[in-house]
């Protein structure tokens, strides 16, 4: 059973996601929430572990701590939410949670260097944006992200993350991912996609 610091902590997070997450997503049709829960569903679907669940559950949540406008990206502007929502959610969580959600974005530029065909399935924001975090990667580039050792787990975490953008889809609420972010919290286990 979870002790009343744990509780507190993840009722933090969902109380975050509950009160910001219900914003427009960067030119999106979905909101933030919409979006993180759709991440985490297919996480979920996939049968990945809990780290890694909580990861796509919580991998956006840098966008709804920093304050830029929505429209940041079109003024040419990277809010660097990936290193804003790592460094967040590293007062609980240990480097299976937090490094996923902080190489979220180089993995976008990794795997339009690497696979031909996923640059089609990037949304237009998700094509714009990426011109402010740095563009495709160069070969070197994308040689020293797939040396990381949570990248194989950012690569998926981005694919989630390019399909969890659909209109009125049915996934779980925040509730459901309670005992998910309980066992995720400080390494509560081992971590395997």
Known sequence: MADMSTEKNVQELLDLLSAKGNDTYFGEEVSVLEHCLQCAYFAEQ?????????????????????????????QGKDGWHEEIGARYLSQWFDEAVT???????????????????????????????????GGIMSSDEASAFAALPAATRAVQLRRWDEEAKIVDLKVPGLQHYLPILRAALMGAEADQV
């Open 46 to 74: 996939s049968h990945a572990s809990p780290s890694t669940i909580a990861a796509a559950l919580l991998h956006d949540i840098g966008h709804i701590l920093h304050d830029l406008p929505e429209d940041h990206t079109r």
């Open 99 to 133: 490094e996923p959600v902080r190489l979220h974005v180089a993995a976008k530029r990794y795997l339009c260097a690497t696979d031909p065909s996923y640059i089609a399935k990037l949304s237009d924001a998700s094509i714009e944006s990426m011109k402010v975090q």
